[in-house]
């Protein structure tokens, strides 16, 4: 069964704090993604990795950094949050999967329960 | 243009009927076509992806994919209440390794 934890579900800090979220696939996904979703915006993809120690940026990079140390986890870092970071935050996997001569079509994403973030 | 688009709705059919959701993309280079329900509180998962041009069938659920007309549709068919969420549509980029995502249309289904 298809499985993406995200280390809390809710998380109250304050603002300047260094914030760590962590997602965990077991599903040995290449690729990871990290969105956050806001009323009226919908998903947006912050940053997200096709590889370990690989990373792009996404529609939304600023004031977030990530890191892939290993293939199953990928850890979003908000340096010094503020309270416009408050939101959803989604991770999701895939595997990276060549579609013939086309090249490579990313599968289906897989997303872990959330984190709901409060920058107080 | 958004990249993406969905009517917002809140879209009610009454339980028993066929609920349509559409989503227009403009990206010409898009070849994966995603539709995820979310329900509130919870995170999207997946309720069909499509390809090819056509009609592709699952169950109660049907996608439909234009790539002339750059639109894919969901069609719900004896929608139940238990069907009520928002429906997220979600685009790859042109053979690239992300997605991007509608705004998601609501919807209610009446019992």
């Known amino acids: 069964d298809v499985k993406v934890t995200q280390s809390s579900r809710y998380l109250v800090k304050r603002t300047g704090e260094k914030v760590f979220l962590e997602c965990v696939q077991d599903m040995d996904h290449e690729n990871m993604f990290w969105y956050r979703q806001d009323p009226g915006l919908g998903l947006r993809l912050i940053y997200f990795s096709y590889d370990v120690k690989m990373k792009e940026k996404g529609d939304i990079p600023e004031g977030y950094s990530v890191s892939r140390e290993k293939k199953e986890r990928f850890s979003l870092i908000l340096e010094s949050a503020s309270t416009n970071q408050t939101s959803m935050y989604l991770c999701a996997s895939s595997f990276l999967l060549s579609s013939g001569t086309s090249g490579f079509s990313t599968d289906t994403q897989y997303f872990g329960p959330g984190t709901r973030l409060t920058v107080l | 243009q958004k990249e993406v688009e969905q009517n917002s709705g809140p879209l009610s059919v009454p339980e028993g009927a066929i609920a349509s959701l559409n989503c227009t993309y403009s990206d010409r280079g898009s070849q994966s076509f995603f539709w995820y329900r979310q329900y509130s509180g919870k995170s999207p998962e997946l309720i069909m992806f499509?390809?090819?041009?056509g009609d592709k069938e699952d169950g109660r659920f049907t996608a439909q994919l234009n790539k002339a007309s750059q639109y894919v549709s969901l069609l719900i068919r004896d929608s139940q209440p238990s069907d009520s969420a928002t429906y997220l549509c979600?685009?790859?980029?042109?053979?690239?390794?992300?997605?991007?995502f509608g705004p998601g249309t609501r919807l209610s289904v009446l019992p």
């Open positions: 499509i390809y090819s041009n």
């Open positions: 979600a685009v790859n980029r042109d053979y690239g390794q992300n997605f991007v």
